[in-house]
């Protein structure tokens, strides 16, 4: 069962929550469902900009035209 990490945006706490299902996340405190979930470093690089690098470095190592990681010779 994942537990995730929230930030309350009305009353500005931190809460863990543990996702059951659909379980809609609210916090403890104010009964707020307007939470923002927090990131974890395990989740960190499947969202924003880092996302991108990875999809880069490994478009580079699989190039076709060359046998190196690098592709700035070739081209490809
Ligand atoms: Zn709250």
């Known amino acids: 069962m994942p537990i995730y990490e929230y930030h309350c945006e009305k009353c500005d706490r931190k809460f863990e929550f ?3 299902g659909c ?12 939470v923002n979930r927090l990131l974890s470093s395990c989740s960190f690089f499947s969202k924003g ?3 991108e690098t990875l999809k880069a470095a ?8 060359c046998a190196a990681t690098s592709c700035s010779s070739c081209g490809h």
């Open 58 to 65: 490994a478009g580079a190592s699989s190039c076709s035209g």
């Open 49 to 51: 900009g880092h996302g």
């Open 18 to 20: 543990l996702v059951l």
């Open 23 to 34: 379980d809609k996340p609210e916090c403890p405190t104010c009964k707020s469902p307007d």
